[in-house]
């Protein structure tokens, strides 16, 4: 199959398993309107729970054999504030996860449900933006929400750890501030760590530095204050 036919592939796939069912919780799924639409898609996949993230509706055929239905009037464009809709989704994928499985799309499952998707990781999961990116384009590669969701995401992101942090000052058994605080701070450098070390690696411009590259996460980010990496990293770019 040729790069072009490879592509068109993906891009006309219309669900994707994003987090697969347990024993206790519904499975989640990303997807566009063909597949919301499909009452043959969504019996295979006992998908019973749909979220459309889109002004079009699903047909009313498909709608009354669902045990829950949501609805989000998201366009598509860099301005458009999808944040707003971060939490009421959040809590409708949560409510109906605990007896079906979900299906969350848009009518192409590439950026309006892809960032519900992703803002849904991030506070489930406590995943980092760009964790939950990577996790969810390995699992629907054509997935691609658009510079406006990114920024809103990110700055979700960072509400869901704050909030986290405040409320451990509050109740010590969730954790200490600090502990918390670490954890996510590692968790971004770990991310930004990945990047830089394989841009150096692809560069492939200093080869008398090549040994450098086995040095261990935890001891490039304990020796961060001493600006270990950012000396080792600007001394190539």
């Known amino acids: 199959m040729s790069q072009l036919k490879r592509l068109q592939s993906q891009r006309d796939d219309p669900i994707s398993c994003i987090i697969e ?12 309107m063909e597949a919301a639409s499909d009452p043959y898609t969504l019996s295979q996949h006992q998908i019973k729970a749909i979220l459309t993230v889109c002004p079009q509706s699903i047909p009313s055929s498909t709608k009354i054999k669902l045990n829950f239905y949501h609805q989000c009037m998201a366009d598509d464009e860099d301005s458009y504030q999808i944040s707003k809709h971060f939490d009421e989704t959040f809590r409708f994928i949560e409510a109906s996860r605990r007896s079906t499985n979900v299906l969350v799309h848009c009518q192409m499952g590439i950026s309006r449900s892809a960032v519900i998707v992703l803002a849904y990781l991030v ?29 809103q ?66 001891n490039v980010y304990r020796k961060q204050e001493n600006t270990l990496f950012s000396n080792f990293y600007y001394k190539h770019y």
């Open 123 to 151: 506070k489930k999961e406590l995943m980092g933006a760009r964790e939950a990116l990577e996790y969810v384009e390995k699992r629907r590669t054509i997935i691609f929400p658009n510079n406006g969701f990114l920024r």
């Open 153 to 218: 995401l990110g700055a979700f992101e960072r509400q869901v750890f704050n909030d986290l942090i405040n409320e451990s000052n509050c109740n010590k058994k969730t954790g200490s501030p600090k502990h918390v605080e670490r954890e996510y701070k590692q968790r971004q450098f770990d991310d930004e760590f990945e990047t830089k070390m394989l841009r150096l690696k692809e560069s492939n411009k200093q080869p008398q530095y090549q040994y450098e590259y086995n040095l261990t996460k935890s």
């Open 21 to 32: 069912p347990s024993k206790i919780l519904g499975g989640l799924y990303l997807g566009n």
